[in-house]
């Protein structure tokens, strides 16, 4: 089963709008973590943000903010003021504890695209 | 912050030769560093969890004779991708975290585009 779901291929935004990139997850632990990922055309990944299950305040770097809405299982990420320089993949994870070891699941990806 | 440096970042090699990929915590130690591939235009997958000292952990479906890992020192760790052919054509990367910080943060390395030709 999918464990981290994102459901826009692709995005498309006029520079300077908001633009906010869906992500669903399922998991049965108390105790996880969720992240979200850019990655240029490079191939390199970029943090962006992070968010803990037990975190009480929504996560925010910046022009970058978490919406996390922990009983829908759904952890969006806000891009303010977005940038032609923001354009590129977009991977929300999620840290689960697997046999003693920290590891990311990652979920299909957002293609943002934003037009000048 | 933490940098994780991997090299090389582009290989191109023919059918049935082996191609190592190194994977390096420039500034902190690694006890786990992961290994990723990655398809055009699809995720990241977990391919296994190189352990320092000790064997590597392999996700299932994933050959352990044909990805090779190991991982020698505290800030080493390699892939060797053995008898290549060109389904292994793909992006690979890998992570690690500091576990000195108090940060879940996974830094990556920049990824090595292998083409099997």
């Known amino acids: 089963a999918q464990k981290i779901t994102q459901t826009q291929p692709g995005m498309f935004v006029q520079e300077k709008e908001a633009v906010t990139l869906d992500c669903t997850y399922d998991?049965?632990?108390?105790?996880?973590?969720l992240f979200w990922y850019k990655q240029p055309s490079s191939g390199e990944m970029i943090f962006l943000i992070y968010?803990?299950?037990?975190?009480?305040q929504n996560a925010t770097e910046g022009r970058y903010s978490l919406n996390f809405q922990k009983a829908r299982k759904s952890a969006n990420l806000v891009i303010s003021a977005s940038q032609l320089g923001d354009s590129a993949m977009y991977f929300c994870?999620?840290?689960?504890?697997?046999?003693?070891?920290?590891?990311?699941?990652f979920g299909q990806g957002t293609r943002l695209t934003i037009n000048p | 912050g933490a940098v994780v440096s991997q090299h090389p970042s582009r290989v191109i090699c023919k059918s049935g030769t082996s191609v190592k990929i190194e994977c390096r915590s420039l500034?902190?130690?690694?006890?786990?560093m992961f290994w990723y591939r990655q398809f055009p235009k699809q995720s990241l997958m977990l391919m296994a969890t190189?352990?320092?000292?000790?064997?590597?952990?392999?996700e299932q479906g994933v050959e352990k004779d044909k990805f090779l890992i190991n991982h020698a020192s505290l800030t080493l760790s390699t892939l060797t991708v053995t008898s290549a052919h060109p389904e292994d054509s793909s992006f690979y990367i890998c992570?690690?975290?500091?576990?000195?910080?108090?940060?879940?943060?996974?830094?990556f390395g920049q990824g090595t585009r292998l083409t099997v030709v």
């Open positions: 992570s690690a975290r500091d576990q000195a910080r108090q940060s879940w943060e996974a830094f």
């Open positions: 998991t049965s632990d108390q105790s996880y973590g």
């Open positions: 968010q803990g299950s037990y975190d009480e």
């Open positions: 994870a999620m840290r689960e504890n697997l046999q003693g070891a920290q590891k990311l699941v």
């Open positions: 500034d902190f130690q690694a006890t786990t």
């Open positions: 190189s352990n320092e000292g000790s064997k590597a952990t392999y």
